[in-house]
């Protein structure tokens, strides 16, 4: 990987973490600890597209005082310091550090990140983009520069930069939480180390979230396509030895009948121009009828995060890696990221886990106990 965490000593007491019931893994980073990260790696990440130092350094003697205790995050693009995430973990402690990279100009695609040194790379495979939008976020996670990035996914934007680059990745519910987004296709997320980190996030930024244990094993169908998308076959092998792995381990307990879906391509795409196509209406209503019918039997469904690899620098050429995901976005499903194993040639690729609307604290709660299994699959 291109850069680690900043192990010269242990952080300040005023800089520390403190969120009581948390996992003894959140809030090993320290503010200082943090920037000091960044500086060294971000020259060749390329993940920043601006770095905060004066006013992190600032907000730490309040910051110290609440919650979070100075917890180090990013936020994405130039306006997310202003997102309600933002604002919220700001609220509870928390320390933005920098704004992350997210797509320049000049490409149709949005699968890659455009930072303050150049274009965004893969902390796992340099000649690799970390996916997009939320490029940068991904990548400083990835890179242990920080525990937990803000994000925002209007088609995979937030699952699938986490799926390339190996880290944990939350798209809530749409309209939980407030998004600009007039289209209502876009909404809040969270790239973060691990579950147990996007559990501070949602703890935040959730006026009425409830941590969810769930009673194992789950009842879970796996699609290996949602019945449309080409697959590379190395993708859908990591992704079925990480569902036998779950089965064996038992997280959960298959249920057959598969999940297929109409391709909502054209569907997305007229929602987000704001056409009034009759023909996409019926689409979006009838995968709605799908996904209500499987999610009355099971909680949780399961499918690759992307039908591919992450591209090279190019671009992904007519490849489609928003084939799995944005179909969530159209029906408002949360979805979550999970690292599920490596290819061959060493490109980390992520399991999708998806639950009912409205469920994101008991989808969280799932993806924990899978974590949990899948946790220290490498290249």
């Not at 289209?183 to 979230?209: E, K």
């Amino acid at each position: 990987m291109t850069a680690s965490r900043d192990a010269s000593g242990p952080p300040a007491a005023a800089e520390r973490t403190a969120v009581p019931g948390l996992s003894a893994s959140i809030g090993r980073t320290d503010v200082r600890g943090a920037l000091a990260a960044i500086e060294r790696a971000d020259p060749e990440l390329c993940a920043f597209l601006d770095i905060w130092h004066t006013e992190a350094l600032a907000r730490l003697p309040g910051a110290a005082r609440l919650p979070l205790a100075g917890l180090p995050f990013t936020v994405k693009g130039p306006t997310g310091i202003g997102s309600y995430a933002a604002r919220r973990l700001i609220a509870a402690g928390g320390v933005p550090v920098g704004s992350t990279s997210v797509p320049g100009p000049g490409t149709h695609w949005q699968t890659w990140g455009l930072g303050a040194h150049g274009r965004t790379v893969n902390p796992w495979r340099a000649d690799r983009t970390p996916g997009g939008s939320s490029a940068g976020s991904a990548a400083a996670v990835a890179a242990e520069l920080v525990e937990l990035a803000t994000g925002s996914d209007g088609a995979g934007s937030v699952r699938i930069p986490a799926a390339w680059c190996g880290v944990f990745g939350l798209k809530t519910t749409n309209g939980l939480l407030p998004s600009p987004d007039r289209s209502g296709l876009a909404s809040a997320g969270v790239l973060a180390r691990s579950a147990a980190h996007a559990h501070v996030y949602l703890r935040c930024v959730l006026d009425t979230y409830e941590p969810a244990v769930p009673k194992l094993p789950l009842r879970a169908v796996h699609s290996p396509d949602l019945g449309y998308a080409d697959v590379d076959p190395e993708v859908e092998t990591v992704v079925r030895g990480a569902v036998r792995r779950l089965a064996a381990a038992g997280v959960i307990r298959l249920v057959g009948g598969g999940c297929d879906l109409l391709d909502p391509a054209a569907a997305w795409q007229a929602v987000r121009s704001g056409e009034a196509a009759p023909s996409a209406g019926e689409l979006r209503r009838e995968n709605d009828r799908r996904l209500d019918a499987l999610f009355d039997g099971v909680p949780l469904l399961l499918t690759p995060v992307t039908p591919n690899r992450p591209h090279g620098h190019e671009g992904p050429g007519e490849l489609l890696s928003t084939a799995l995901t944005w179909a969530f976005n159209l029906s408002g499903h949360p979805a979550a990221s999970v690292p599920a194993g490596f290819t061959p040639d060493g490109c980390p690729v992520g399991l999708q886990l998806v639950a009912r609307r409205g469920a994101d604290a008991s989808l969280l709660g799932m993806a924990a106990a899978a974590e949990r299994v899948l946790t220290g699959v490498r290249p």
